[in-house]
Nanobody, 120 residues
Framework: QVQLVESGGGLVQPGGSLRLACAAS????????MAWYRQAPGMQAELVAV???????NYADSVKGRFTVSRDNAKKTVYLQMNSLKPEDTAVYYC??????????????WGQGTQVTVSS
């Protein structure tokens, strides 16, 4: 079994910063891509940022220059540093990881989600 546990969400004023973290645990052999998605009320989920196993990154246009995704492979953790937050960044943020388990099965796993609210 593989678990992804997110932390770091909360309420922040416009222009503020938050750092999300997502730690993977369980029967993990390796982790390929790791990503952050978000879903606002009444909206479809969107890919926010993705980082490969060798730390190449891609971002949604709406967050480029404001958000930074990084990973610590030793800790099996992916981070999302969010700066200059805007009210439209308000959403539930989910982490996603493509994991190969010790039984050599590869699947996508999801965290439980963490709420980010940007409001004055």
């Amino acid at each position: 079994q593989v678990q992804l546990v997110e932390s770091g969400g909360g309420l922040v004023q416009p222009g503020g910063s938050l750092r999300l973290a997502c730690a993977a645990s369980g029967s993990i052999l390796s982790i390929d891509r790791m990503a952050w998605y978000r879903q606002a009320p009444g909206m479809q989920a969107e890919l926010v940022a993705v980082i490969s196993s060798v730390s190449s990154t891609n971002y949604a246009d709406s967050v480029k220059g404001r958000f930074t995704v990084s990973r610590d492979n030793a800790k099996k953790t992916v981070y999302l540093q969010m700066n200059s937050l805007k009210p439209e960044d308000t959403a539930v943020y989910y982490c996603n990881a493509r994991v190969t388990t010790l039984s050599l099965s590869t699947s996508d796993y999801w965290g439980q989600g963490t709420q980010v609210t940007v409001s004055s």
